[in-house]
């Protein structure tokens, strides 16, 4: 990899700051499988305070969290009810069946969120001999797949209440639920008021190097516990890692300024011919590459070699991701760039 090239792969590449590599030198530690380590009580104990839940959990990656949200709670062969481009249907390594025995029943979604009659449409009730039931509705904000969506919190209630009336749990994939409160102008908290649990990401936008939160009821969390346990996800003197979290959670104002940039490098990029370009809501910019002549892999190939890296999101989709490592000269110089791989 070009070690000069501007990366726009994804907000997880973004490197420490001084203060929270200072953080981690500093922190006091204990074994936290015994609960003993007073960094991460502190983490969790904020980080539940900031999503108005009873408790949370740290967890090594955003992807533990929620895998273990979901086998807590839904019972073995039950169906989750989940958007069909939803992270945890496409980007968990079918953790879904692996973790839980659990079998996904995607629906299309309007901006990624299935509508409370799709959530009716879509359930099945438990006791047939022939049909799994329903066990859970998984949701997702922002939306990855489907180029960063804000949704807003109402959509997230309905969905929810639905749920609910239905007597489902539902679990909130909130990996850049902060980039939605900011997009929005809502607290983070306020996404959380209609959902069970909440699994919140500290490693990309925010610029932690490690770590996501899950969030929810005292007995579910207690029940997760278990679970990260059971995944490997036991961690002893983990205050280290986590002191850079409790920094990062100072760091939510500034992702306006990732939005801003998303916005001026997908103007750029909606100025190249050849190129169709979302408007983003967040810090995630998708790009049709289909009228350039290329597909997704020979302009990334191209690209690379220009000095800017992005990620593949099918035969024809790139996704470039701003993050605080990223300048505006950053973004500029990379339209730059692609105008020339494209010209």
């Known amino acids: 990899m070009n070690e000069d090239a501007i990366d726009l792969r994804s907000d997880t590449v973004t490197r420490p700051s001084a203060a929270m590599r200072e953080a981690a030198a500093d922190a006091e530690v204990g074994d936290d499988v015994y609960g003993e380590d007073p960094t991460i009580n502190?983490?969790?104990?904020?980080?539940?305070?900031?999503?108005?839940?009873?408790?949370?959990?740290?967890?090594?990656?955003?992807?533990?969290?929620?895998?273990?949200?979901?086998?807590?709670?839904?019972?073995?062969?039950?169906?989750?009810?989940?958007?069909?481009?939803?992270?945890?249907?496409?980007?968990?390594?079918?953790?879904?069946?692996?973790?839980a025995a659990a079998q996904p029943r995607p629906v299309d979604g309007d901006r990624g969120v299935p509508s409370p009659e799709q959530i009716e449409d879509a359930y099945v009730e438990p006791g047939s001999h022939h049909a799994p039931g329903t066990g859970l509705v998984a949701l997702e904000n922002t939306h990855n797949h489907r180029g960063g969506l804000a949704i807003d919190p109402e959509r997230i209630d309905d969905a929810a209440r639905a749920a609910r009336d239905l007597g489902l749990p539902v679990h909130l994939d909130g990996a850049r639920l902060w980039n939605a409160a900011v997009a929005r102008d809502v607290p983070v908290e306020r996404y959380g008021r209609e959902v069970d649990t909440v699994m919140v990401a500290l490693s990309k936008g925010l610029g932690a190097p490690v770590g996501s939160i899950l969030a929810g009821p005292e007995d579910v969390i207690a029940a997760a516990r278990d679970v990260r346990k059971l995944l490997g996800g036991g961690m002893r003197q983990a205050g280290i890692v986590a002191a850079p979290g409790i920094e990062a959670l100072s760091n939510v104002d500034r992702l306006a300024e990732d939005h801003e940039n998303a916005q001026v490098l997908a103007e750029g990029l909606a100025g190249i011919e050849g190129l169709s370009v979302t408007d983003p809501e967040t810090n995630i910019v998708i790009a049709d590459v289909s009228e350039t002549g290329m597909d997704v892999h020979e302009f990334g190939d191209r690209c690379r070699e220009a000095g800017v890296l992005h990620t593949d999101m099918g035969e024809y989709r790139a996704r470039f991701v701003t993050h605080w490592d990223v300048t505006r000269e950053d973004v500029e110089t990379a339209v730059d760039c692609v105008r020339e791989v494209v010209a």
């Open 42 to 99: 502190d983490l969790q104990a904020r980080a539940a305070d900031l999503l108005g839940t009873e408790a949370a959990l740290y967890f090594p990656s955003g992807t533990m969290a929620n895998q273990a949200a979901i086998r807590v709670h839904v019972d073995r062969g039950q169906e989750v009810l989940c958007d069909r481009w939803s992270h945890v249907y496409n980007y968990e390594v079918s953790g879904l069946a692996q973790h």
